[in-house]
């Protein structure tokens, strides 16, 4: 039997009214008493000062709706829609940073970076980072500190390590900067493989920092789904998707795979350009072991390959080290161009960006991987070239760099055209524009008789005082200037450039020798071929009475005889000149000061009365003698 305090312990417990209506805090009370469990909100500062800088657009109610550039969520699926395309492409559940919020070109002109300091025969390390520093969409989602304002990481980020390196370099520092950062787990990591990646490879550490900047990304996300995880800003920016086009051998049945990318490798035999090895590679037959989805056949399947999703910059490796243990390098010339068009290996019926210009390049020079030495060229925000040797940085030309045996190329899209928004004016303004607008017409009607001009017509004098057509929107002029000057700059692009074979060029790489025979050889050409010296002789040569190159008739001609019989003249009639007497140079000369002489040998003389007792002491010797 239980109690009576029990049984209405338990009637409260199930949601019954209690007899009683009051309840003493007692123990059995509290143990007893149902409690409800609600989720807590954890309120993350961080994200409460984002969301403040934006405002509803509609102004219908006060609260800001506002999502990070990672919360690109969408429950509905609006901004991503959940389903698979025409071509059989499976589109994310929900988009972790969205594209758009990237900018291909430039947001500000930065100063030139400082160089690096080679920490332990790192060229390979600093060549990359200064890649990385001057990809533009890279640079301006670093700039805006979009990851640090969002990271959740307590102990080290590598992310937040290389968007401090950006931020640094790219304020201009008059002293090379230290990656210190980078350089003790590059070596840990890389380090310890002699017969796979190493630290001297650049391609090798262009992935480890992919692969770093990817999984750093994803630490907080904690998605699984692999089309979600491709969805961070690394690979929005560098990150794209080959299409594998594979026919099944049973039943001809046509399906496509999806691949995801961040570089390409390129093979450089039987090439000579690089975009011949760009096709080369996508004309090789892609094939998979895989079963048919229609005949349910298991079984090799081989088909084409093309890009299908082209990424915002392209990273293209130059296979130049071989598999051997040397690894010993293909010194071979692949012409590359500032601009390429890569339409030929992009799937048919793509809309996407095919043009791609050029704004990196990493150089190897060396025959081996390992006795080598790693250089970037680099294109600035200000659109100068410039070549970062470690802690040496200098302008680049552009010539010079289409000469260089590169390694690694990156290229960029065009930024896209962002169309003029003129400012909203006040309804203050607007009025006082009017008010002009209403003074001027009146003034126009004083000044001109009616009858001239058309009334519906506006009119404006100019500096001679003739009436002139006025023209209402001069913005449209200058947009049709702009449109003409770049298609006469287009126009002049596409004329093939004509270069002189004669001409005698100098390398930097080339030795003394060489390039003093290439001095001498230019000096005999300029003293043979030139005309600057006959060009010199007929400006610098004084021609008597002649006026802008012509002969010139002057009245002094009868007058010469007449002044030669006036000079002899004088010359008779002038004395002669006084012959100079000693006296006369002493005078000229000025006063002598006489200085005594002293006697600085004086200690250094003999003795005599030395000298005479030596000689009578030799006197009496020889006295004695005999």
């Known amino acids: 039997m239980m109690s009576s305090k029990n049984q209405q312990a338990e009637k409260i417990v199930r949601g019954g009214k209690s007899d009683t209506i009051v309840q003493k805090n007692t123990l059995s009370n509290l143990l007893n008493r149902s409690i ?12 409460e000062l984002f969301k403040k800088k934006f405002a509803p657009v509609n102004g219908v109610s006060g609260v800001v709706h506002a999502t990070s550039a990672y919360d690109g969520i969408s429950k509905g699926g609006d901004n991503v829609a959940d389903k698979v395309d025409a071509n059989g492409f499976t589109q994310p559940s929900h988009v972790l940073f969205a594209r758009d919020k990237l900018n291909s070109g430039w947001d500000d002109i930065h100063p030139v970076g400082s160089g690096l300091k080679d920490l332990g025969q790192l060229s390979s390390l600093n060549a990359v980072l200064q890649t990385l520093t001057y990809t533009p969409a890279l640079a301006n989602y670093m700039m805006n500190k979009t990851h640090s304002a969002n990271c959740t990481v307590q102990d080290y980020c590598f992310v937040c390590a290389v968007e401090e390196h950006i931020r640094t370099a790219l304020k201009g520092s008059p002293y090379p900067l230290q990656p210190r950062v980078f350089v003790g787990k590059l070596k840990s990591e890389l380090g310890e493989m002699p017969h796979g990646s190493s630290n001297k490879d650049a391609f090798a550490v262009w992935n480890y920092f992919m692969e770093q900047m990817q999984s750093f990304l994803l630490s907080e996300k904690r998605s699984k789904d692999k089309l979600v995880q491709e969805t961070t800003a690394l690979y929005q920016i560098f990150g794209g998707y080959i299409q594998n086009r594979l026919e099944c051998p049973s039943c001809n049945k046509v399906e496509n795979t999806y691949n995801s990318f961040v570089d390409l490798s390129l093979d450089l035999t039987q090439c000579s350009t690089v975009e011949r090895c760009l096709t080369k590679h996508f004309r090789q037959q892609a094939s998979a072991f895989k079963e048919c989805s229609s005949c349910q056949h298991a079984g090799n399947q081989s088909g084409t390959q093309s890009i299908y999703r082209s990424p ?13 243990a040397d690894k010993t390098k293909t010194n071979k010339f692949v012409k590359f161009e500032e601009s390429m068009d890569i339409k030929r290996v992009v799937t048919e019926n793509e809309t996407v960006n095919t043009k791609y210009h050029l704004y990196a390049a990493i150089v190897h020079t060396g025959h081996t991987i390992n006795d080598g030495h790693y250089v970037a060229y680099v294109k600035s925000s200000n659109g100068i070239w410039y070549c970062m040797d470690n802690d040496n940085v200098k302008v680049a030309s552009v010539k010079r760099l289409l000469e260089e045996k590169p390694y690694m190329l990156l290229y960029n899209t065009p930024p896209a055209a962002v ?3 003129r400012k909203p004016t006040s309804r203050t303004s607007l009025d006082k524009e009017k008010e002009k607008e209403k003074e001027e017409e009146e003034e126009e009607k004083v000044a001109i008789p009616s009858g001239t001009i058309g009334e519906d017509e506006d009119i404006e004098e100019s500096d001679d005082g003739i009436a002139m057509p006025h023209i209402e929107d001069q913005d449209e002029e200058k947009e049709l200037e702009l449109v003409r000057l770049k298609q006469a700059v287009e126009q002049a692009s596409k004329k093939d450039k004509v270069e002189n074979t004669a001409a005698i060029v100098v390398d930097h790489n080339e030795n003394m020798k060489t390039k003093r025979e290439k001095l001498e050889a230019l000096i005999e050409k300029e003293s043979t ?8 002789g007929v400006l610098l040569s004084k021609t008597p009475n002649s006026q802008f190159q012509d002969d010139v008739s002057t009245w002094d001609e009868d007058a010469d005889a007449k002044a030669a019989k006036r000079d002899q003249v004088l010359k008779q009639i002038k004395p002669k000149r006084k012959r100079v007497d000693t006296y006369d140079l002493d005078y000229d000369r000025g006063k002598l000061k006489k200085v005594k ?30």
Do not use: C, W
Request: proline share 2%; aromatic share 8%.
């Open 312 to 324: 915002m910059a392209l990273a293209l490796r130059l296979e130049r080290f071989g598999t051997d």
């Open 597 to 626: 002489k002293k006697q600085e040998d004086k200690f250094n003389k003999p003795n005599l009365f030395q000298i005479t007792a030596d000689m009578e002491q030799s006197k009496k010797s020889k006295k004695h003698r005999k």
């Open 36 to 47: 409800k469990f609600r989720k807590s909100r954890y309120v993350d500062q961080k994200l």
């Open 529 to 536: 071929q030139s005309k600057s010296a006959e060009a010199k």
């Open 419 to 421: 169309e003029r928004l």
